[in-house]
């Protein structure tokens, strides 16, 4: 039995998208909880089995494909958005999920990125974020913490980490979101919104290298801590976070800043609704530089903005040539525009 008839039979379960491949990542990789949460996610979805592709570039992260019970491809390094970008053009029908790590997409494959999500490709990027190379071994990576001390920096990286969300913001991404690999709840909604979302929707998601860079976000996941360290956005309400619900971000509109207050108490700052639809990123930006040294670290939605897909405005622009200029023929197109002799 093929796919299609098999999608046609009955509802996918998540044990439809486990594949036979044994799982080589280590004993508590991040990898598994974002893995398990995308094959619970799925079948919610209603997308038969055999439109649904991933596609990976090289990393641990990219062994994704294999462990998804679709159809996917395992590309070149930092590759993976060009190879989702051509599928997506050639079969607009398929539901198509772009798999990458920090090291995969923030250096090699930066360009990459940066144009998939400035041109709004109607495709999901998942950047899995745990802060150094892991399947080489431990070197430092673009999103690694000044100073971090790695095989490839013994006396401390001396670069300044990239910001991934704020990059997706500056290329004016149409849907941006942060998660935790072990909030799953949290994690399953933005996978979640990421499909019901047209256009390219881009998750930075923070998760555990246990190998190289054990506890890179403890204080995000210890109970004893998130509540202070985590600020969970949502649309309309304030920014407040807090064991006791009591501290808020305020907006300094002089320094064009947000910082840490409590409720209640009158200074410098005003208090500010989430907008994930506000079409101005100036907000969402500001939030998506956030970290432990200036607040709480948001998580959720920081942008939600309608616009035309590139798959949509080449088809627009098509129908519209078609039109107003016929058809026209192969020989009319070499023969049209400029000519010279040499």
């Not at 009955?10 to 491949?21: E, F, G, H």
Request: net charge negative; glycine share 8%.
């Amino acid at each position: 039995m093929n796919l299609q008839e098999e999608s046609e039979r009955a509802p996918l379960t998540r044990k439809d998208l486990i594949t036979d491949q044994a799982v080589r990542w280590c004993p508590g990789c991040g990898d598994y909880a974002i893995l398990a949460q995308m094959q619970k996610v799925m079948p919610e979805l209603g997308i038969p089995r055999e439109n649904i592709v991933f596609v990976s570039g090289i990393g641990c992260s990219s062994r994704f494909p294999y462990y998804m019970n679709t159809y996917g491809f395992h590309t070149i390094h930092g590759r993976a958005p060009a190879v989702a970008t051509g599928l997506k053009l050639a079969r607009p029908e398929l539901s198509v999920w772009v798999v990458t790590g920090d090291g995969d997409s923030l250096s090699i494959g930066g360009n990459h990125l940066i144009h998939t999500l400035r041109r709004n490709h109607d495709v999901n990027v998942l950047l899995f974020n745990n802060k150094v190379y892991g399947l080489t071994k431990g070197q430092f990576s673009p999103t690694s913490d000044a100073g971090m001390k790695t095989k490839s920096s013994p006396n401390g990286s001396v670069a300044r980490p990239f910001q991934a969300l704020s990059l997706a913001l500056g290329a004016e991404a149409t849907f941006v979101a942060r998660a935790v690999d072990t909030e799953a709840n949290h994690l399953q909604e933005m996978i979640r919104r990421m499909a019901h979302h047209k256009g390219t929707a881009f998750l930075e998601i923070y998760q555990n290298c246990p190998v190289f860079f054990d506890g890179a976000y403890q204080p995000l996941k210890d109970r004893q801590t998130k509540a202070d360290e985590l600020l969970v956005l949502e649309q309309g309400k304030p920014l407040v976070y807090g064991r006791d619900a009591d501290r808020v971000m305020k907006l300094n509109s002089r320094k064009l800043n947000l910082y840490p207050s409590r409720l209640g108490v009158k200074d410098d700052g005003v208090e500010v609704l989430h907008d994930e639809h506000n079409p101005d990123p100036t907000l969402a930006t500001l939030l998506s530089r956030l970290g432990p040294s200036e607040g709480p670290t948001p998580i959720g939605v920081m942008r939600d903005v309608d616009e035309p897909t590139f798959e949509e405005a080449t088809i627009t622009q098509k129908e519209a040539l078609l039109r107003d200029q016929g058809p026209g023929t192969l020989e009319e197109l070499l023969d049209a525009g400029d000519r010279w002799e040499v």
